[in-house]
Every structure is written in structure tokens, then in C-alpha cells.
């Protein structure tokens, strides 16, 4: 979404959620766990003070295999929409913040996207059979990990193989004429480790634009379907001898889609938005990693370098005033991006005095967009091409004091050449009573966001004189268990602030657009963030019945003007209620509800409201095969995400997973 649909607003947030995978947790269990991404190195989540929510393998293989967003639903704090459901654009937004303000890594490798106007990265172009796990940290983070990170960051983490060889294979089909199958080798042997996967998806989807919306389909009737096809797999290799360990990972995935053009009631020309447009979306990367320690195991040193590329091509029809193929214009755009880095991080031991984690990164990143008639025919014309080279060091110092007390400091300071210069800091602080199950945090830092290649260079709408978008923002919160465990919540309030906020605007006298230019992008907005999360689980029958909720209050407002924040909803609620009659079967119904929004900036399209009912269930037939089946939208709620474009309606799906 443009970044002018931020610079729309304050929000506040109230989240009560906890991912499928907590719900078998037990209070020190979710304590105990390893995270990666909250400061840089595996600690225990009881030592961390940021906010950080975790989506485990387990709860995305209950979700929907064509959609990686459905998986993180469940993370509170994040605000997700899909442009027609599976397959179309996908976007993420975090705590209130736009979606080129949440960095997305692979296996903790920046993959936002250069050739995007905003920089973002879009969810749909990756299979989520690949995936270990997902952690999602909030709050700014730019000092540990440079631009992009305003709101948070999404790091997806693949799998990777230990103990004997496993072989795992899961399918299943269902409706809208779905079919999917997974399948990974995961093991390993002497100093070796390998991690295997490849998927396939296919679905003939439905119409991305109007479907099951009366008024639309009325208008528009006999609405093409607009389905996906998807393929995908990932490499994953490791060796360690103690003191050295070697790395390397590759992985690709491939996208094909249809989509349909945009609509407006309001305009006074014609409109022909069921159009056969298409889309691909190519997602590569390759990285290789070493780690060893010096003096005697007080130093540890860490070295990575990446390439990764992103190629998205778009067939799009238009048509004047009837769909004759006189009246018809069909255009080829291509985006092609690559980015190249190394990596050097320390993690020096000091005793008493805790740790300190330093480094340097160095990347390069090209974005090159072109055009083509094919409709009338015209050759491959360049729009953009332009290259960028981004420099940074950066520092965390993590500190225990006592038993109970761990905090940060860390900074870090981005040369944007030719471009920027700007510095970062975070600071974090944790206090446990474990004899309570009491766990206190806080958290406080900057973040800072450069403008994007397209938004430098483009010819018809680039500004060379933008500078980085700067926030600051803060969190504090409590986690607390009740019942030896039984019941578990966090609450978590934070605020942020965002200044020099990109935004496109038309030409005018006030603007330093071009003559030439249809519009440009100008650092000219503010906007503020802030609110509350809290997640819980509750056992009611140990064994037998356990609740989950997630409950979300956004309000997010402009500073200029007052106006809501697009696709921002007020209310946000998600729950689950996890039934176990016997060891081997469980069902799950799970409730998502939304309140109404703007699918615009400056509240324009109004979303209605709505309630959506889903059902999952599975049965182990032994230690090896299981069988599942998940019901989408079984109440048949007719509702929308994005103005326009349709949801799904009620649908089956049903399949097998066999692991040995």
C-alpha cells in the first residue's frame, strides 16, 4: 500500500493472541524457547526485552498451503490483506506501520524488494513449505538491522536438518479445484546436516475482482476465474566440527497468477475490470555462512554472503470503451531485482559484564523496470535502472545484572551512498520473578527508513532530494502465568512516532514535481502509533479443551488531518478452541472477526464488518500417517478485505501427511 496511506494516521492497538503452536505449550516451555532474531543470537525469550511473537511449523502446516499470510494471522500486531485471496498480492503491515516499513528476511537475509515503489516485499511470491518457524519482532529495529525495519521485523526461518533421516509428504486437495502437495528429507549424519523440501501448488481460484459481491456481480456477470500455480523448493546443507561450522542454503520459488485491474464506481468513463491480466513472481536466493571461534571459544566470529533475485512480470489489459480488440491495450512491464552482500557479526564473551555483538554489513542492490506494447506492439523500453550500495556497523551490548535483570544497548549507524546517512539505537530490558512466573519488559529505540530506488529515480514520479523516514517508539509490558501454567497472558502497550514520511502527490505549486511529471514523492508527512497487545491461553481441561484468543484495537489517525488510517481495521479478533477427545484427534473451530475500515487514505471506500468461521481438524492413524481436513468459511460470511475484490466462500479441503 502507498506510503501516503500511513502518513493517514495514529493507531492504537489491543491484541489478545497466541499462535497454534503455544497452544501445547506449557508457561515454561514458551519461556524456555529459543529465539534468533530479538538480539542477533539464540538466548531464551524469558532473557529478552523486546516483543516478539513466534509461528512454528506446526501452525502453518494447519493453514492454508497456498497463502503464507493465513499462518501469520495469528501474530498479534499484524494487519494483513490479500488482493483477491491466494495468489494475488499479499501485504503485512505491523503495528499500525506501512508495509515498506516491516524488513522481511530469509534465514536472517534482508529480501524487501528494490524494484517496489515502497520497498516492500510481497508475501505471495513464496511457498510456505520451505519453513521452520517465523519470528516476528516489533517495534523499531533499525539499529540491529538497518533500514526497513520501522515497525519490526518478519524473519522466516527454513528448516534444517538433525537426528536420523526423516522423510515427511503432505497433500491435499480440495475446492476451487486445489490441489497441493509438499514433501522434505530432513536429517543428519557425523558432522553433516541436510534439509531437503520441494511443493507444487495449483488452484483455479475464483475471480479476484467482484466475486460474491452482489452489486458487482450484477454489473459484471459471468466473472472469469482467476487461479494460481505455484513451485518451490529449498536446499539447506550444514557441517560442524565444534569450533567451525559451515553453511550454505539456496532457494527458489516460482509464481504464476491471475489477477484483475482496478475499479472505481465513482468514474464517468467505461470500466472493464474482469480483465485477463497475468502475473509471475520469481523469488531466488543462495547464501553461505561461516562460524568459529578464537580465544578459546571468548570470541565467536560469523561470516555470510548472499545473492538474492526477484523477477516479477505483469501482462495487463486495458480497454477505452468496449472490450473489441481495437479498443483493447495490453502492456508487458518487467521488474528485475538483485541484491549482493557480505556479512561480518562478533560476539565477543565478557563475563560478568555479559556480551557484545558487533559487525559490518556491506550490500548491493539493483532495480531495473521496462515496458513493452504487445497490444499495439511496441519494443522493450527501460523506465528504471539504477544501482545502490548500502554500508553499515553496528554494536548491541547485552548486559545480565543478578538473576532476575537483562538489558541492551545497541546502535548503528547506515551510509546510503550518494544518498544518506543516519543512525539508529534500541534499548531493551527484561526482569524475571520466577517465582511468581512474572516476567517484566521494555523496550525503546529509532527507526529509519531510506527512500526507495523507484521513489529517487523514476522518471516520471522520482524526487532525488527525499531523505530517510525517521521514527522513535517505545514498549513496555507483562507476561504472567496463573495456575501452574494453566493460564498464561502477556499484556504489552507501545507508541511510536514517524516524521519525513514519504508521500506521492500531484503536482501543484507547492511541490517540487517537474513539469514533466505526472505526480513525484516528497518527505512531507507525521504520524503517530500507539496502543496495547495482550495474548493468552487458556487450559480449561488439561488434555481435553484449551481456548485461545487474539483480540486487536487499532485507531489510527493522520496528524494532518484526522483521517483514518487505510486498511487499518478497529477491531481486530481471532479465536480458537482446541478440542482433543482422544490422543489421536483433534478439532479446532477458530473465529476471526473484523471490524469496518477504509480500503483508501483520507477514509475513502468503506469495508464492512464481518465474522468468519473456520474448522480444522486431524486424526494420527499411527506414529507415522494422519489424516486432516479444514473447512474455510463455513458460515458462509460474504465479506471483503480489499474493496472489490473478492474472499472465498464456503470451501473443503482434506489430506493426508505421512512422516518416517
Avoid at 95 to 102: A, F, K, P
Avoid at 540 to 562: E, Q, R, V, W
Wanted: proline share 5%; net charge negative.
Amino acid at each position: 500500500m502507498a506510503i501516503r496511506n500511513l502518513a493517514a494516521g495514529t493507531a492504537a492497538v489491543i491484541v489478545l493472541s497466541c499462535s497454534h503452536a503455544a497452544h501445547a505449550q506449557s508457561s515454561a516451555e514458551q519461556l524456555s524457547e529459543i529465539v534468533v532474531t530479538a538480539d542477533r543470537a539464540p538466548e531464551q525469550l524469558n532473557r529478552t526485552g523486546s516483543s516478539i511473537g513466534v509461528v512454528s511449523g506446526e501452525t502453518i502446516a494447519t493453514s492454508n498451503p497456498g497463502s503464507l499470510v493465513d499462518a501469520l494471522r495469528t501474530v498479534p500486531g499484524l494487519d494483513i490483506s490479500e488482493n483477491g485471496g491466494p495468489g494475488g498480492t499479499a501485504n503485512v503491515r505491523l503495528r499500525g506501520g506501512n508495509t515498506g516499513q516491516t524488513l522481511v528476511m530469509i534465514d536472517g537475509i534482508r529480501i524487501n524488494d528494490p524494484t517496489a515503489a515502497s520497498g516492500d516485499y510481497d508475501f505471495a511470491m513464496f511457498a510456505p513449505s520451505s519453513i521452520d518457524r517465523i519470528e516476528v519482532l516489533k517495534g523499531p529495529q533499525s539499529a540491529l538491522y538497518g533500514s526497513d525495519a520501522m515497525t519490526g521485523v518478519i524473519n522466516i526461518i527454513t528448516k534444517k536438518g538433525s537426528g536420523p533421516a526423516q522423510f515427511n509428504i503432505r497433500t491435499e486437495g480440495g475446492s476451487y479445484g486445489t490441489a497441493s502437495t509438499s514433501g522434505s528429507l530432513t536429517g543428519s549424519q557425523g558432522p553433516w546436516s541436510y534439509a531437503f523440501t520441494g511443493s507444487g501448488q495449483h488452484s483455479n481460484g475464483f475471480s479476484r475482482f467482484g466475486y460474491r459481491i452482489p452489486a458487482l456481480e450484477a454489473k459484471y456477470p459471468n466473472l472469469e476465474r482467476d487461479g494460481f500455480d505455484r513451485v518451490g523448493g529449498s536446499a539447506r546443507i550444514g557441517y560442524d566440527v565444534g569450533d567451525v561450522k559451515l553453511e550454505a542454503g539456496i532457494l527458489s520459488s516460482f509464481t504464476r497468477s491471475a489477477y484483475d485491474g482496478t475499479y472505481s464506481a465513482t468514474s464517468k468513463s467505461p470500466q472493464f475490470p474482469d480483465t485477463p491480466n497475468s502475473a509471475t513472481r520469481q523469488l531466488d536466493q543462495v547464501w553461505g555462512k561461516a562460524t568459529f571461534d578464537t580465544l578459546g571459544g571468548v570470541l565467536n566470529h560469523q561470516i555470510n554472503v548472499f545473492e538474492t533475485h526477484i523477477e516479477r512480470t505483469f501482462n495487463e489489459t486495458t480497454y477505452t470503451t468496449n472490450t473489441l480488440p481495437a479498443n483493447t491495450k495490453v502492456v508487458y512491464s518487467q521488474y528485475l531485482a538483485n541484491s549482493v552482500g557480505a556479512e561480518y557479526q562478533g560476539t565477543l564473551k565478557l563475563g560478568p559484564l555479559g556480551s557484545l555483538v558487533y559487525g559490518t554489513k556491506t550490500q548491493h542492490e539493483t532495480a531495473d523496470i521496462s515496458q513493452a506494447g504487445i497490444q499495439p506492439a511496441s519494443p522493450l523500453t527501460p523506465q528504471l535502472g539504477k544501482a545502490q550500495d548500502t554500508n553499515a556497523l553496528f554494536a548491541l551490548w547485552q548486559l545480565p545484572i543478578g538473576e532476575r535483570l537483562s538489558v541492551t544497548l545497541g546502535g548503528r549507524v547506515d551510509d546510503v551512498v550518494d544518498v544518506a546517512r543516519f543512525e539508529t539505537w534500541r534499548a531493551t530490558a527484561a526482569y524475571n520473578i520466577a517465582e511468581t512466573g512474572t516476567k517484566f519488559h521494555v523496550s525503546a529505540g529509532t527507526g529509519a527508513k531510506a527512500p526507495t530506488l523507484y521513489q529517487l529515480y523514476s522518471p516520471d514520479n522520482g524526487t532525488r532530494t527525499l531523505v530517510p523516514e525517521e521514527s522513535f517508539g517505545y514498549d513496555a509490558g507483562i507476561d504472567q502465568s496463573f495456575l501452574n501454567g494453566r493460564v498464561v497472558m502477556s499484556v504489552t502497550g507501545f507508541s511510536n512516532t514517524f516524521s519525513n514520511l514519504i508521500n506521492f502527490v500531484s503536482p501543484s505549486a507547492a511541490t517540487p514535481c517537474t513539469g514533466t511529471q505526472s505526480g513525484c514523492y516528497v518527505n512531507v508527512a507525521r504520524a503517530e502509533t500507539s496502543g496495547l497487545e495482550v495474548g493468552s491461553t487458556i487450559d480449561i481441561l488439561p488434555g481435553l479443551l484449551k481456548f485461545n484468543a487474539a483480540y486487536t484495537y487499532l485507531h489510527a489517525i493522520d496528524l494532518s488531518n484526522g483521517a483514518i488510517l487505510a486498511r487499518r481495521p478497529k477491531n481486530f479478533a481471532r479465536f480458537a478452541l482446541t478440542i482433543t477427545p482422544t490422543d489421536k484427534w483433534m478439532i479446532e473451530p477458530r473465529v476471526t472477526t473484523v471490524s469496518k475500515r477504509f480500503s483508501s487514505a483520507n477514509q475513502v471506500g468503506q469495508v464492512d464488518a464481518y465474522t468468519r468461521v473456520d474448522l480444522y481438524t486431524e486424526y494420527k492413524i499411527d506414529a507415522n500417517w494422519k489424516v486432516f481436513a479444514r473447512g474455510e468459511n463455513i458460515l458462509n460470511e460474504h465479506y471483503q478485505e480489499v474493496l472489490n475484490f473478492g474472499t472465498t466462500g464456503p470451501a473443503a479441503y482434506a489430506g493426508f501427511n505421512a512422516t518416517w
